[in-house]
């Protein structure tokens, strides 16, 4: 049977683990080869511990367990340099570059007057910088490759104003006016360009960011602006795997400028 | 037999051509039975700019489904008539023993004037058949969708003009941004029975609907004949993409994820499959 993505390579970024991670295996599971990055370091700024280098050597076994090719190296969105050379020994190795999932990020809860401006300028650098500096890295070679697919996540607090998230909703919002950007700017090469919006996920960044809870009860009227419209509390990554996947092949060869929310109906609400 | 979408019955209107068939076929190869509903007949607003479908672009849906070795249940009724719709869905189900998957897709596309100058027949055939056949078809189908028990999903079709005004196309514009509000509704009141709802949103699509004189004169308006490969540029310009429009199949593509269960928690979304029609 062929895949879906049979015979693309994708270039993933924060692919230690959670989304990235299976991002790359549902990619790989449809016939794609990976470039993987991910920092693999922490943040002094940031509550929970970042993907380990045996997280990454992870995703490079199930990769492989399933016959594909996979590249992956340790470096940081917020690099521009690393970026680039990861993305050139890849494609250096794998001998091309169709879909970039600019995926790498962090996540921090408190209220706004505990915004330090080292939270601010990480969240910021790594979410929106980041998510940049990895298509710029990218899109020369989805040029010669002609055409291609930039999926960015993006999140359902790049549509609403979550509370207790700022910096996290400054930046995610800012991912779709530069996806809005270069979908169009990028259209007359056929290099698409989308964001994905997930609702909470089941990954070692939401399990890690404390203290919502109980900012929450402090406040009743705030929880509803969490909840869901389906029954489900948070998502399993493949959930958000099956629409990135969607995005990545052929099968929305027109799909551009789309925000797709894979929510559970969190921003109708 | 194995399919993104095995097992599932999947319910159509507009299903005689165009979108409709596309979608029926596309689920058919995943996998999917069908329950297929089309007028199958001129309506008299539509005839000045393109001819109704027709009884044997029915029965050729049925015989592409089939070809396929899937179950097909075709039925000629208009979405503007509630008791023929509930009929159709009816004797449907009465045969493939259940529905998982609604597609509310047959609509009209009328155009030309200034909004102050439709006429009252022609709103009223716009909006009878694009929002309130929208609503029959859900209307005919949510009682045994939540009897069941099994969830579902339910895909309407609007368009680009669900998102943006489109001068001299009032009644289809209103009609399209209506379908919007009606699914945002159902997907909150259907949620806890997991019912999804969503909408496509395609930019012009390779179908009769488009693919005439009449649409082709609405961009080149001085032409007496104006032709398919005139019109093409000047489509292309109102994509970001380098395309004039879309094939049905890349709608049908979209559909099939939201039908399947890979978007088992996709619901509330505007699926735009659209060329970057309405990002420019």
Redesign the interface.
């Known amino acids: 049977m062929t895949g879906r993505v049979e015979g693309k390579v994708a270039f993933v970024t924060g692919a230690g683990r959670g989304q990235g991670r299976s991002h790359a295996i549902r990619l790989a599971e449809e016939g794609a080869d990976i470039i993987a990055v991910d920092i693999l370091e922490d943040y002094a700024t940031v509550g929970y511990g970042m993907a380990t280098t045996a997280d990454l050597d992870e995703t490079v076994r199930a990769v492989e367990a399933l016959d594909r090719r996979i590249i992956a190296t340790k470096a940081d969105v917020r690099d521009f340099d690393a970026l680039k050379g990861a993305v050139e020994a890849g494609v250096a190795e794998l001998g091309r570059l169709d879909v970039v999932v600019a995926n790498a990020g962090i996540c921090t809860v408190q209220a706004w007057d505990e915004v330090t401006p080292e939270v601010w300028r990480d969240t910021l650098d790594t979410n929106l910088t980041g998510v940049w500096n990895s298509m710029v890295a990218g899109v020369p070679h989805l040029i010669a490759a002609g055409g291609g697919s930039i999926v960015a996540t993006s999140s359902t607090a790049g549509i609403k104003g979550l509370p207790y998230l700022a910096p996290y909703v400054a930046a995610k919002h800012g991912v779709v006016g530069v996806c ?1 950007s270069l ?2 700017e990028l ?2 090469y ?1 290099i ?1 360009v989308n964001t994905v919006h997930p ?1 909470g996920v089941d990954t070692p960044m939401a399990s890690g960011i404390g203290g919502l809870e109980g900012l929450i009860n402090s406040d009743p009227d705030i929880g509803p602006i969490f909840m ?5 509390e948070s ?1 399993d990554p493949r ?1 958000i795997s ?2 990135v ?2 995005l990545a092949s052929d ?8 925000e ?6 969190n ?3 | 037999m194995s399919g993104r979408v095995a097992g599932k019955v999947a319910f159509i209107t507009g299903a005689a051509r165009g979108q409709g068939r596309s979608h029926a076929v596309r689920l058919a190869q995943e996998g999917a039975d069908i329950i297929a509903l089309d007028v199958a007949a001129d309506i008299e607003s539509v005839k000045r700019i393109y001819p109704g479908a027709t009884e044997a672009d029915l029965a050729e849906t049925v015989a592409q489904v089939e070809a396929l070795d899937r179950r097909i249940v075709a039925t000629k009724a208009d979405v503007r008539d509630f008791d023929a719709v509930k009929a159709a869905l009816e004797r449907g189900v009465a045969e493939l023993g259940h529905v998982d998957i609604v597609l509310a897709n047959a609509g009209i596309f009328l155009f030309g004037e200034p909004a102050h100058e439709v006429s009252e027949t022609d709103w009223r055939d716009v909006v009878d058949i694009n929002l309130t056949g929208v609503w029959q078809t859900c209307k005919a189908v949510i009682p045994r969708m939540i009897e069941q028990g099994t969830g579902g999903s339910i895909v309407i079709t609007s368009s680009t003009a669900g998102l943006k005004g489109t001068p001299y196309v009032a009644p289809y514009t209103a009609s399209k941004h209506a379908v919007v509000g009606l699914m945002r509704t159902l997907a909150l009141e259907l949620g806890p029975h997991r019912i999804r709802v969503n909408t496509v949103h395609p930019t012009g699509v390779a179908t009769p609907m488009i693919l005439n004189e009449a649409t082709f004169r609405l961009f080149l308006p001085d032409e007496e004949h104006p032709t398919q490969e005139q019109a093409a540029p000047i489509f292309a310009s109102t994509n970001a993409l380098p395309v004039p429009w879309v094939e049905p199949a890349d709608v049908s593509n979209a559909v099939l994820f939201l039908a399947s269960d890979e978007a088992r928690y996709v619901t509330g979304t505007e699926l735009k499959v659209d060329a970057g029609y309405t990002t420019r």
């Open positions: 809005r979908a169009n259209a007359r056929s698409r609702t869901n419209t389906l029954p489900v998502l959930e099956n629409a996947l969607f099968e929305s060869r027109y799909v551009t400028g789309l797709f929310t894979v929510d559970a109906g921003t109708i609400r």
